[in-house]
């Protein structure tokens, strides 16, 4: 079976998030996406409202499944046999980021390999810290985030 993981913040899901792991469904036998807790970093949404956005999210998916981790995702990986890690990008900038954390992971796992999908054009200026700060503002993040997670963000 190949697995892939797809580890995140997800605070919140975004439409970026959603195409990625979508593309990724019909790639992969299963995509584990993973909400990653950091014990110095709190969100805006805790981590159990992230984890059931992304359940409404992807209800309709069977072969994606929703998960939490502490540590190293690499170290997720291998405990929930992943082959791959999925990574998405939507600029040069993610990509520089996403290339390094790639090398540093293939370092120390030299069996996991990083996959990773540009973002399709539509998504590209979508972000989760601009929806946080959009609705910290009061503003409309509609077009921007899956429409199953708007309960959460009212």
Not at 91 to 104: I, K
Request: some cysteine; aromatic content about 8%; proline content about 5%.
């Amino acid at each position: 079976m190949r697995r892939a993981l797809f580890p995140g913040s997800f605070d919140p899901v975004t439409k970026g998030h959603e195409n990625v792991v979508l593309r990724a469904s019909g790639m992969f036998d299963e995509v584990v996406v993973a909400v990653g807790r950091h014990s110095s970093k709190t969100g805006r949404f805790p981590i159990q409202d992230r984890l059931d956005m992304l359940k409404a999210t992807f209800a309709d998916v069977p072969n994606v499944r929703i998960e939490s981790y502490e540590g190293l995702t690499a170290e997720f990986c291998k405990s929930v046999g992943a082959q791959v890690q999925l990574r998405g990008v939507r600029n040069a900038n993610d990509l520089a980021f996403e290339q390094t954390l790639a090398q540093m992971t293939r370092a120390m796992h030299k069996d996991l390999d990083t996959v990773i999908l540009l973002t399709d054009p539509e998504f590209v200026a979508i972000h989760s810290t601009v929806v946080r700060d959009v609705l910290s503002h009061g503003g409309d993040v509609s077009p921007f985030v899956p429409n199953a997670i708007l309960p959460w963000l009212k």
